[in-house]
């Protein structure tokens, strides 16, 4: 490395007031035992055993609650303990057993914390610059033979809940010069970034409910109680329903199952898995029925009302009942209650997302809240203020507006990613173009992606795969190159993109924090392996040779320094940079608020006539590429669904101990009764499908087999089947606990393909998968990458309402 120019040596003292020391140093009764680490006092009055009993206070970066949180740490700096911030200004003493656990996990035996290199049938260490040298000539070679579009990238959910581990994974693609990014977003959420994109001119303008004001709020397809809130940072989901209703609002809970949510407030609305469209559609119909549109909002702030008019004649609450199973009185009700609300919304997450149609529920749903002249105002849907103006930001950029067209199936990017669903077709498609190398950071596609079994042949297929992760996953298990990463409490940081960036907070705030412990041993912060391995592919970051040196000269000025490893990124001086840019001073001035610091609260009548990006500065209620979408889909999607009334659905389930594929490994999250995941059943269709609670049954789709217990669930919906997802680690090479689980992998039901992908958004169906189930019956392949369930029983007696049930809504109501 060269020494930076003279006139870059100013800036070493400044960027080491914001950022960090350059070695563990001690003043009075202060100590900061490594640089970027929490200061913290020392208590020389504690009990003996306990004189170095340190407290820390950051924040929880698993699920966008982002739960305040306080580290104890013992005097040769372990995790002793961690409880929820009573004194946070806005999460106030809520945390989730994940949050409170998630030491075990990362302080696992079976953690990465050297770079390994895969050596036959295992894994042997080698040196952090071995791997990036060799890792750089083959990408090197690859690109120079194949084309830059032949090195990949997966981002998976990991990396969104960091500031800098996407902006700099994003900056190494663009130094490969490469569009061949994929990431988890077109598993969950990406037909919300589409939407947003041809409504409001902008992926990153996602309203949310007001939920200080609304009068009436109607929950489709989410169950925050477990799940938490999506798109919106809110704690204590179950306190804030409450509230609603408790103010004499109104809640409505529409689900095929009566979800934990629906069990603490509202009413419960069950529905047919994967009709949400037609829900919409139909409540739009009544609700222009009934005049509830706003004439004055229509005329001022939109466009193309006539052609949703249109639209929305054909399907009359009669009409979609019979897909539905939502009776049209019921229907007429909730939208009576919308109407003549004070303020009303409607919400969906997931269930709704992953559907099939995903993209046209949300714009449909968005329409509802726009034309009812809900959207922008008090008690309505909300569009958030982060530090910056994320949509100013984007029209002078470009962020996010790129349409790139995949190579299978033509699909356009949605925020530069090419679907998940088409990523085994690029690897095992030859031609110009093809995938031979892929990068995967902070995810584990082979379990969580569509078509497992597939993807997992399609990763033996490539000529390199690096993994970058804390744990050894089962993508990691194929990898040729694991490279550790710090996890959470390693790292300074400030809030993800969507509170700090979007605003996307019920009540704002900001808050700082440092490091809670130093790595133990080789791991690094994804932003310092990105620029290393630019350097050592020879592809400046961002494909700018000035901001490689500027990256590589900042390592050198302010970057932590650890004895046998390279300089690290400056992460503190680098958000300390943004911080101050924003008005918001700087990362040590916010650190002296361990608790947060309150901005000021959202407020209504800011976007419509403001700052909606379309061209004309309306908001575009049919957008050409959603009505086309609509005029393929719908009839026949209607008439397919009319043809098949019996046939069950299969959705998924989350459990408040899980968190998609990867906690797992820690026992006290699978242990007795969890050891596996389950296939929920009503009564009703176990005793059709010649089966009883514990059972073994085969479920099939048209994409794949599993065997797995049955779990007897009244609270589903007849015709409706639930499975959990993120398990089958029995393949998982160096996970001690989760490879002695006994679940299955549910994706490798869900179909791949370009086929498989919905056209706009680029998600694949997750959930309202067609499925057969009988009892178990013949020989299933012990290598099935679908893992095995011989042997487990989810609990005693067949009369029993659901054993394991019984104990994961045990632990969930003592939340």
Known sequence: MQRPPRSVQPLRSRLQREGSTLGPSRSGDRIVDWPGVLPVTLDSGAPEGAALRQTRHTFCRICESLCGLEVDLDPQGAIAAIRPDAAHVETAGFACVKGLKQDRLYESPDRLRHPMKRAG??????????????????????????????????????????????????????????????????????????????????????????????????????????????FLQVPNPAKRLREIEARGGQLWIVDPRRTETAKVAGE???????????????????????????ERVLAEHTRGFEQIRSLAAAWTPERTAEVTRIPADRLRAMVRSYCEADGAALYCSTGVNMGGNGALAFWIQEVINAVSGNLDRAGGTLIGRGIVDFAKFGARSGFGLREDRSRIGGFASVNDAYPGGILADEILTPGEGKLRALFVTGGNPLITMAGAGRLRDAFEELELLVTIDILPNETGSLAHYRLPATTPFERPDLPFAFPLLMGMQSHPYLQATEAV??????????????????????????????????????????????????????????????????????????????????????????????????????????????????????EADFEEERRHPGRLLLITRRHVKTHNS????????????????????HPEDAKASGLRHGDLADVASASGRVRIPVNLLPELQPGTVAMPHGWGHQHARGLSVASRTKGVNVNVLASSGPQAVEALSGMSKLTAIPVEVTPAAGPLDATNWTGLTEGVQPGAGSNARSGGETAHEGFERKL
């Open 121 to 230: 049938d295992g894994f042997g260490r080698i040196a952090w610059a071995q791997a990036l040298s060799e890792i750089g000539d083959q990408v090197r070679r690859l690109r120079a033979d194949h084309g830059p579009d032949s090195i990949g990238m997966y981002v998976g959910t990991a990396a969104g809940f960091s500031l800098l581990h996407p902006i700099f994974a994003q900056g190494f693609m663009n130094g490969i010069g490469s569009k061949s990014m994929y990431a988890s977003s077109t598993q969950d959420c990406s037909n919300k970034f589409a939407v947003a994109r041809e409504v409001y001119g902008f992926p990153f303008t996602q309203p949310f409910p007001d939920l200080d004001r609304v009068g009436c709020l109607i929950i489709v397809g989410a169950n925050p109680l477990v799940s938490k809130w999506s």
């Open 268 to 294: 419960h609305v069950p529905i047919r898995p994967g009709t949400d469209v037609f829900f919409y559609l139909s409540f739009l119909n009544a609700l222009i029925e009934r005049g509830g549109v706003d």
């Open 517 to 634: 412990h130093p790595p133990r041993a080789e791991e690094r912060d994804e932003a310092s392996i990105y620029v290393d391995l630019a350097r050592a592919c020879k592809a400046p970051l961002f494909g700018s040779r000035i901001a490689q040196r500027l990256a590589e000269w900042s390592t050198c000025l302010g970057g932590e320094k650890r004895v046998g490893l390279p300089a690290a990124v400056p992460q503190r001086g680098l958000m300390s940079l943004l911080l101050r840019m924003t008005g918001h001073g700087s990362f040590r001035k916010l650190l002296r608020e361990p608790h947060g610091r309150r901005l000021a609260e959202q407020s209504p009548g800011i976007f419509l006539g403001k700052k909606v990006a379309t061209p004309d500065g309306r908001v575009d209620l049919a957008p050409p590429a959603l009505v086309a979408q609509a005029g393929v889909r719908l």
């Open 662 to 681: 990867w906690t797992h490994n820690e026992e006290s999250f699978v242990s007795g009764t969890r050891t596996t995941n389950y296939l929920y059943m």
